[in-house]
Each structure stands twice: as structure tokens, then as C-alpha cells.
């Protein structure tokens, strides 16, 4: 069974940081992208940033400047560091992978359970 398994998040007064991290785990042939999605209460899921084909990088204008993706691909882990935070950032941060399980033939979407980020203000 392939699973994403998130670590991090919390609370930080606006202005601080927090990072995320997310590992993939199970048999694994090929990851297409994997980065981290939000939703904040009353709001659709978005996307925050994402590593594609393990190298480039795609990020919501939102955080652009102040977000940072990063991967480790041995250890097929993402992360996500998290500058200057402001109170629209909080939500519950979410990693997702599109990649394709040694069970598979193709390419599947795969969701972390999800992990609070609260920002005061």
C-alpha cells in the first residue's frame, strides 16, 4: 500500500516560519509530482506548491517569495518551508503525489491525511 505520511505544521504568530515535510512509502515505480495542496475552512482545496518530475517547481501566486519546495527523491520526501507567514495561510496543508504503485500500470493520484497550519495574527 503507498501511503503519504506528513510531519510538521502548528501555530506561529504571523511573520514565522514552519515547515512540512511529507514521505512517500510502499512500492513505488515512478513519481510524477508531489507537493502540498490546502483548504482552509469555507474554501476549495488549492494548490500550494509541487515538484514535477522531481526537478521543477510550480507555486500558487499566493506564496510565491515566500514558500519554498524541496525533495529528496532517494528518499522520495518533499518539503515544504514555510517564510513570513500571514494568517491567510492557515488552513489544513495536505501532500499529494501523482505517481504510479508497483501494483499499477498507471499514474494515480495519492493523498497525506492532512495537517493543520494555524497563523495569528
Known amino acids: 500500500q503507498v501511503q503519504l505520511v506528513e510531519s510538521g505544521g502548528g501555530l506561529v504568530q504571523a511573520g514565522g516560519s514552519l515547515s512540512l515535510s511529507c514521505a512517500a512509502s510502499g512500492t513505488i515505480v515512478s513519481i510524477l509530482t508531489m507537493g502540498w495542496y490546502r483548504q482552509a475552512p469555507g474554501k476549495q482545496r488549492e494548490l500550494v506548491a509541487q515538484?514535477?518530475?522531481?526537478?521543477?517547481?510550480d507555486y500558487a501566486d499566493s506564496v510565491k517569495g515566500r514558500f519554498s519546495i524541496s525533495s529528496d527523491n532517494a528518499k522520495k520526501t518533499v518539503y515544504l518551508q514555510m517564510d513570513s507567514l500571514k494568517p491567510e495561510d492557515t488552513a489544513v496543508y495536505y501532500c499529494?503525489?501523482?505517481?504510479?504503485?508497483?501494483?499499477?500500470?498507471?499514474?494515480?493520484?495519492?493523498w497525506g491525511r492532512g495537517t493543520q497550519v494555524t497563523v495569528s495574527s
Open positions: 499529494q503525489a501523482r505517481l504510479r504503485p508497483g501494483f499499477g500500470y498507471s499514474y494515480d493520484n495519492y
Open positions: 515538484i514535477i518530475n522531481g526537478d521543477s517547481t
